[in-house]
T-cell receptor, first 115, second 115 residues
Framework: DTAVSQTPKYLVTQMGNDKSIKCEQN?????MYWYKQDSKKFLKIMFS???????INETVPNRFSPKSPDKAHLNLHINSLELGDSAVYFC??????????????FGPGTRLLVL | AQTVTQSQPEMSVQEAETVTLSCTYD???????LFWYKQPPSRQMILVIR??????QNATENRFSVNFQKAAKSFSLKISDSQLGDAAMYFC????????????FGKGTKLTVNP
């Protein structure tokens, strides 16, 4: 049973295109995240949503727009893709318990290659 | 801002031996969490172990244990009886308790296990 799933796993596209990555979790968590892992394996937070409300928005180009239709889903839409957007994008989720967000669990990642 | 430093880009260990991966962090907060995540070639981010800063006792999970030195801001991971399946990138991560609860990652240590 998949806990945090992402689609697609691989995405190859041309510069200038618009693409979306979808994330779903069936853990009953209320907070979801997007992280970017660059070619040097460095992981950095991009966005976080709690119960469909944006709570973290790091310095990310506004070509990136997250959307959370409900607390089990967090999608990432990228406009006008650039070569530098090539990376692995990870979705993660966590549960708020006693006012504290617990351990984050990660999806399998989506490898995006922009040509 | 919090930072996490992993000073060993690569480490190797013989199968069945013990290896220790280093991690130091910088924070002005007193309450936080520390994590070790493992990323095998499959790319999946897997939680290895978690430590709450308010707990003096070092966390252990089977063959994995940590040496948490709060005053020194050090959080090393010890892997005992290393197995071939332990070969992976290992990431140390910090998370505040409350506020912006994003994970801040180190740059990772690539662990090779030699048969």
């Amino acid at each position: 049973d998949t806990a945090v799933s992402q689609t697609p796993k691989y995405l190859v596209t041309q510069m200038g295109n618009d693409k979306s990555i979808k994330c779903e979790q069936n853990l009953g968590h209320d907070t979801m995240y997007w992280y970017k892992q660059d070619s040097k394996k460095f992981l950095k937070i991009m966005f976080s949503y709690n119960n469909k409300e944006l709570i973290i928005n790091e310095t990310v180009p506004n070509r990136f727009s997250p959307k959370s239709p409900d607390k089990a889903h967090l999608n990432l839409h990228i406009n006008s893709l650039e070569l530098g957007d090539s990376a692995v994008y990870f979705c993660a989720s966590s549960l708020t318990s006693g006012g504290v967000r617990e351990t984050q669990y990660f999806g399998p990642g989506t490898r995006l290659l922009v040509l | 801002a919090q930072t996490v430093t992993q000073s060993q880009p690569e480490m190797s260990v013989q199968e069945a031996e013990t290896v220790t991966l280093s991690c130091t962090y910088d924070t002005s907060e007193s309450d936080y969490y520390l994590f070790w995540y493992k990323q095998p070639p499959s790319r999946q981010m897997i939680l290895v172990i978690r430590q709450e800063a308010y707990k003096q006792q070092n966390a252990t999970e089977n063959r994995f244990s940590v040496n948490f030195q709060k005053a020194a801001k050090s959080f090393s991971l010890k892997i005992s009886d290393s197995q071939l399946g332990d070969a992976a990138m290992y990431f140390c991560a910090y998370r505040s308790r409350g506020g912006s609860e994003k994970l801040v990652f180190g740059k990772g240590t690539k662990l090779t296990v030699n048969p």
